[in-house]
């Protein structure tokens, strides 16, 4: 068994430097980490001429209804917010979120307002999409878990389920709300024609390439300092900037490519190959908005971008059944790791959205797993909440100062305790029969 932190030599949250054989890939290039602007910049192109290829952007959905009955449940369960988002082309998430939480939405002639509400074959659904209202940004006395902070830059280790910025339907409790506080920034409020300008794009939440591609001025001020961004359910090391110079600095280094990002994952099974290059280009799904898929082949007319990843197993765990994974991007596209990771074939453990789901982890880890633990191991995949990703490393070179920087941050504790757990099926087996 590779003990937890074997692959990570640095479990202090410092600024460190990182030998060569801890990253499989060797010694890259580091360049700055910084934190971004603290109130509104400037759109940048580039996002906006990539947008133009997604779903064209109605003015107003407010009032939109739909009266439909559910009749397909083929593809497993389905979620209230997702099934009418599926139904009313283009509209966000988000958006349908925001109107199940006011009551807008019954379920066979009864009020639901909540949004993970599983539906029935038969089920009539009726729904009026409500009137945008102004989202503002207010600082929150959050706790914050802060690696790392200067004068220019901030490195934060977010926890698993917290949100980064807020957004139509998820407006407190985010880090945005947080990092106002931290810094004594006041509200940032947004137009209602801001609001949906945000609302529209809410739906991916992953990795950094949406943020330092630019994004919308309205966008930007209502996530101050935020460069890049991690999922909800992924955990780990995040940076934000603190002036224009620094969020200019390491956006470009972003752009570029050139930040050192080392993830670890938990896995639905365990990949043919050890160690691998996943460079299959990622795009919206088709069949789901909230979705991103790799699809291999040439680029399919801009709907699809470039995306490469590196993985290399650490650990095989529970008999096969699972692993521990590390990855390297070479890329930043929204999801990345996760749509890669089900290209491969092992989605992440606990990812509902990209088919590591509890049926999945069960039908693998089962058939591995000693009979006395049965009991224990449906118990512990009951309890799996999220995709398990962690932004272990990031490494940059400091806007200011120009000196190399690498963190590492160990992953939480849910993370260690299912990876403990699935370490110990994978050694303890039935003692022998007694003759």
């Known amino acids: 068994m590779v003990p937890l932190y074997s692959y990570c030599p640095f479990p202090s949250t410092k600024a460190l430097q990182i030998p060569p054989s801890f990253l499989f890939l060797g010694n890259p290039k580091f360049l700055p980490f910084t934190f971004s602007r603290i109130l509104r910049r400037a759109s940048i192109s580039s996002f906006n001429s990539a947008a133009k290829h997604q779903e064209p952007i109605r003015t107003s959905y407010a009032g939109v209804q739909l009266e439909e009955t559910v009749d397909d449940t083929k593809l497993g369960k389905l979620r209230l917010d997702s ?68 004068d220019h830059v901030l490195v934060v280790n977010k926890p698993p389920h917290m949100v980064v910025h807020p957004a139509p339907g998820n407006a407190n409790g985010t880090l945005v709300n947080g990092i106002l506080h931290h810094c004594r920034l006041p509200t940032v409020a947004l137009s209602e024609k801001e609001v ?15 943020f330092y591609s630019g994004t919308s001025a309205a966008a930007s001020s209502v996530r101050p300092g935020i460069v890049h961004r991690l999922d909800k359910g992924t955990s780990g090391l995040l940076v934000v900037a603190k002036d224009e110079h620094s969020h200019a600095h390491l956006s470009e280094q972003f752009k570029q490519h050139t930040i050192q990002r080392v993830y670890i994952s938990l896995t639905c099974g ?49 008999g096969g059944g699972s692993a521990l994974v590390q990855w390297r ?76 920087m690498q963190f590492s941050c160990p992953p939480p504790p849910d993370f260690r305790e299912i990876l403990n757990n699935l370490q110990r099926f994978g050694i303890e087996k039935d003692e022998p029969t007694k003759r």
């Open 83 to 150: 099934w009418i988002s599926s139904r009313i082309q283009g509209i966000s998430r988000a958006r349908v979120q925001s109107s199940i939480k006011s009551g807008l939405v019954t379920v066979n002639g009864r009020v639901v307002d909540k949004v993970s509400h599983s539906l029935r074959a038969g089920d009539k659904v009726n729904c009026v999409i409500s009137d945008l209202q102004p989202l503002k940004a207010e600082p929150e006395d959050i706790p914050l878990d802060i690696v790392f902070e200067d």
């Open 196 to 210: 949906l300008s945000l609302s529209d794009t809410e739906d991916v939440s992953d990795d950094e390439e949406a």
């Open 270 to 318: 365990v990949p043919s190959a050890s160690a691998g290059r996943v460079d299959v280009p990622i795009g919206r799904d088709s069949n789901n908005r909230i979705r991103m898929a790799a699809v291999p082949g040439l680029s399919h007319h801009g709907r699809t971008r470039h995306a490469a990843s590196r993985y290399k197993v650490i650990e095989v765990l529970a």
């Open 329 to 404: 991007l070479e890329t930043g596209r929204t999801h990345q790791i996760r749509a890669h990771a089900k290209y491969i074939g092992i989605p992440l453990l606990g990812d509902e959205v990209y088919g590591g789901t509890k049926n999945m982890a069960l039908s693998l880890l089962r058939p591995r797993t000693p009979p006395k633990y049965n009991d224990e191991l449906s118990r512990l995949v009951s309890r799996l909440d999220r995709p398990y990703l962690h932004a272990l490393v990031l490494g940059f070179e400091h806007p200011h100062s120009g000196e190399k």
